[in-house]
């Protein structure tokens, strides 16, 4: 997992397999009144975090490597009531909800809403 990596380095991170990465939601992620980006890799389900600051590409981190692309972020409401965007993802064969509370590009507590099969149910966006 990368961790808080500097604009440039995110730049060529995401550069080389641009087409890859579909922005899923535009949140306040750190809580400064301006949209973030939250991205999925459509071939490997990677998640990343990248916050916009002063109009220019802010710092940006995986949150997850991948590997399972039945999961997708669905949603990012403020879970937790701390004013800041968390995520909700679904997996799209079982149903399964998962939420992970942010702090920025943080995510600091993961868990299950619904971790038993929900096959059919969606969130509604």
């Known amino acids: 997992m990368c961790k808080d990596l500097a604009p440039g380095q995110c730049i060529d991170l995401f550069h080389a397999n ?16 301006k949209p973030d980006l939250v991205l999925q890799n459509r071939r490997t389900g990677a998640i990343a975090t990248w916050l916009i600051e002063n109009l220019a590409l802010g710092r940006c981190d995986i949150q997850w490597q991948g590997g399972d692309t039945n999961w997708e972020v669905i949603s990012t409401p403020d ?10 993802l679904q997996n799209a064969v079982t149903g399964q909800i998962f939420y992970w509370a942010m702090n920025g590009i943080s995510i600091t507590k993961t868990g ?6 929900l096959t059919g149910w969606t969130v509604i966006k």
């Open 18 to 33: 641009l087409s890859e990465w579909v922005i899923k939601a535009t949140p306040d992620l750190n809580n400064d009144g």
């Open 112 to 117: 299950f809403l619904f971790g038993n099969t």
């Open 79 to 88: 879970l937790n009531g701390d004013g800041k965007a968390d995520l909700l």
